[in-house]
């Protein structure tokens, strides 16, 4: 398992590569569709609540862990993140974005950045924990999952937009580990495991998040 330190500097460098790519979509494309109901703006708004969440749930320590691993988290979460109101939170936000993006994203980063750094000069044993929407997990763990987000909904934009993306390496590796993860407690990993070794296609709607 990664350390604290290694987590946030995957997680920075992802966030970096997603404020890069927001900085390249031109205004005139934020009505534009993007996925399901979100047009590019509110998906880049939703795109921004991973860096929004770490600076929120830092301020909340918890004492126990309730959740050990990111595919535990997505396990937990996943009835919410389908819920009305996640869609509805992301159009809310995306209220302030419609003259640009780039100035909030950047705000983002610099901040994340700077609470990220003071929480590693406090914690030097790397041991955080934090409450999240699903419960007590280690910032390092969580971090694993705006990986995710981060991830995933860049090359949603990429898709939205056709503006391409720099993620790190590490950023795929760690989202295609949780992935699998999931699908293995959702008893769907022998399906993802013949996709991928091209042996048959998944199902239309086939989806572990």
Known sequence: MNTLEQNSQIY???????VDQVSRIPVSRYEEPALGVWNVRHLIAHTGRSMQTVLDYVQRPAERIDLATASDYYHATRH??????????????????????APAMADL???????????????PDQSRIII?????????????????????HSLDLV???????????????????????V???????????LALAGRRPLDPGFSIL
């Open 183 to 193: 699908a293995v407690l959702d008893g769907r990993g022998g399906e993802l495991v």
């Open 159 to 181: 898709a939205a937009t056709g503006v391409p993306v720099d993620l790190p390496a590490d950023a795929l590796r760690i989202t295609l580990q949780i992935e699998s993860d």
């Open 132 to 152: 999240t929407l699903a419960g007590g997990m280690r910032l390092c763990t969580y971090l694993k999952t705006r990986i995710l987000e981060l991830t995933v």
């Open 109 to 123: 980063l610099a901040r994340v950045t700077e609470v990220l750094d003071s929480v590693q000069s406090d914690d």
């Open 80 to 101: 919410l993140a389908a819920a009305e109101g996640a869609a509805q939170r992301a159009i809310d936000a995306a209220e302030g974005l419609r003259e640009g993006a």
């Open 12 to 18: 920075l460098d992802t966030a970096a590569a997603v």
